[in-house]
C-alpha cells in the first residue's frame, strides 16, 4: 500500500500529515511506531491524519503520537492541517475550520507560513482535565516522591499540569517531568509544563507531553502556560512564549468564557511517499 504524505514542522515539532480523504488508510499502532521512528521510519512526533468533516467543518483530523496512543489536540498539528489544507488545495482562501475529537477549531493561514488558530476556551474544573483535587480552584498542591509542586491545572482539549518556577534547572526537570506526568492524582496522565516568567508579556517554556516526552515545542501546552501565568497575575493577555524550538504569540482576556488564541509557524520540510 502506498501512502503519500507530507513532512511538516511547527517550531521543531514534526508531523507526518496524510491526507486520508482522497486516500484511504486506518493506521495501526505497530504501523504508528514504525513510520515515527527517526533511524529506521520517516521520523515524527505525531502523526495526523485528516479525515472529510461533518457538518459545519471543513476537515476532521486524528492525532496519533510516536506510541501509537491518539490524543484529543495538538496546537502545533492544528497549524500545520490548516497550511496543509491551504497547499493541498483542501479549502479555498486561507480560512478553514478544523475539528477534533475534542472540538472545533478556525483557523487563518496568513503570510509567510504564520497560522492563527482559535483554541477554544481554557477549562478549570478537576473533572475536565481530569485530575484529582480537594478544591476546585487553581493553583494545586500535588506531593511527589520529589517534593511538592504547586501546579495550575487547565484543559486546552488535552490536560495539562503548569508549574511555574524561578529559574529552569535542567538537571532536575526531566525527573520532575516524569513524576508530575505520571502523579496518580492524572488518571489518564498529563503534559506538563515548566515556566519561567521573564516579563509582563514574555514566557520560557518546556514541556513534556503524554506519549512523546520533552519535546522542542507544544502549541496546547503554550497557551495552558500563557493561561496560567496571566491567570496568576503574572503576565497581560498577549504573551510571547519561548520554547526550544521557537516562539508563539498567545492571546487571552484572562476571562473563562473566552477562547484562546494562538499564532505561529508551519512550514513543509518535504514530502513523499512510504510503502506500507
Known amino acids: 500500500m502506498i501512502i503519500h504524505f507530507d513532512k511538516m514542522q511547527g517550531l521543531g515539532n514534526d508531523f507526518m500529515v496524510v491526507d486520508g480523504i ?16 527517526r533511524n529506521f521510519g520517516i521520523g515524527f512526533d505525531q502523526l495526523l491524519l485528516t479525515k472529510q468533516a461533518e457538518g459545519s467543518s471543513n476537515i476532521f483530523f486524528h492525532i496519533f503520537n510516536a506510541d501509537g496512543s491518539e490524543v484529543q489536540q495538538c496546537g502545533n498539528g492544528a497549524r500545520c492541517v490548516a497550511r496543509f489544507a491551504k497547499d493541498h488545495e483542501l479549502i479555498s482562501g486561507g480560512e478553514v475550520v478544523l475539528e477534533t475529537v475534542s472540538g472545533q477549531y478556525r483557523a487563518t493561514v496568513g503570510e509567510e507560513g504564520l497560522v492563527k488558530v482559535s483554541m477554544g476556551c481554557p477549562l478549570f ?46 538537571r532536575e526537570l526531566d525527573s520532575w517531568g516524569q513524576v508530575i506526568g505520571e502523579h496518580p492524582d492524572f488518571p489518564e496522565g498529563v503534559n506538563v509544563g515548566f515556566v519561567h516568567i521573564i516579563e509582563h508579556n514574555r514566557i520560557e517554556l518546556v514541556t513534556y507531553e503524554r506519549g512523546a516526552g520533552k519535546t522542542l515545542a507544544c502549541g496546547t501546552s503554550a ?36 477562547v484562546v488564541w494562538m499564532t505561529g509557524p508551519a512550514h513543509t520540510v518535504f514530502t513523499g511517499t512510504v510503502n506500507l
Open 223 to 258: 497557551c495552558a502556560a500563557a493561561v496560567a501565568s496571566i491567570l496568576q497575575g503574572h503576565c497581560q493577555d498577549e504573551v510571547l512564549v519561548n520554547m526550544p524550538g521557537g516562539d508563539l504569540t498567545i492571546t487571552w482576556t484572562g476571562n473563562s468564557d473566552d
Open 22 to 37: 482522497s486516500q484511504t488508510w486506518k493506521p495501526t499502532v505497530d504501523e504508528i511506531k514504525k513510520l515515527a521512528n
Open 125 to 170: 474544573l478537576p473533572k475536565d482535565i481530569p485530575f484529582s483535587a480537594s478544591k476546585e480552584a487553581n493553583p494545586h498542591t500535588i506531593k511527589t516522591a520529589l517534593g511538592d509542586f504547586e501546579v495550575t491545572v487547565v484543559n486546552m482539549g488535552n490536560p495539562h499540569a503548569i508549574v511555574i518556577i524561578d529559574a529552569f534547572d535542567k
